[in-house]
């Protein structure tokens, strides 16, 4: 499985971005996909998690209601309408894969793909 993602960017805060993820390899339908994020000096940090079909999701409480996750599984890709944006939604964000089926534990996911920046001025 081989993930590239796409759509960071310097935005001002409560701006908009929205990031996509496309997938080639194994069958993209029977993953789980994920978005992750490491901020400067922290850790990664599990921010969005969708199940194979798109009818379950996860988010992490700071993005609650700013941030969406969608998914096509005829395209093979996966989206975050990232909304309301603040200065701490600032890092790089990664596509993250797992054909685990728990969409939302950050431990099962395998499949990354390089990270896309997203800086959030004030």
């Known amino acids: 499985v081989q993930l590239q993602a796409f759509g960071g960017g310097l935005v001002q805060a409560g701006g908009s971005l929205r990031l996509s993820c496309a997938a080639s390899g194994r069958a993209f339908s029977s993953l789980c996909m994920g978005w992750f994020r490491q901020a400067p000096g922290k850790e990664r940090e599990f921010v969005i998690g969708i199940s194979r079909s798109g009818s379950n999701t996860y988010y992490t409480d700071s993005v609650k209601g700013r941030f969406t996750i969608s998914r096509d599984n005829a395209k093979n890709a996966v989206y975050v309408q990232m909304n309301s944006l603040k200065p701490e939604d600032t890092g790089v964000y990664y596509c993250?894969?797992?054909?685990?089926?728990?969409?939302?534990?950050?431990?099962?996911?395998?499949?990354w793909g390089q990270g896309t920046q997203v800086t959030v001025s004030s």
């Open positions: 993250s894969g797992t054909f685990d089926g728990r969409w939302y534990v950050p431990e099962v996911y395998t499949y």
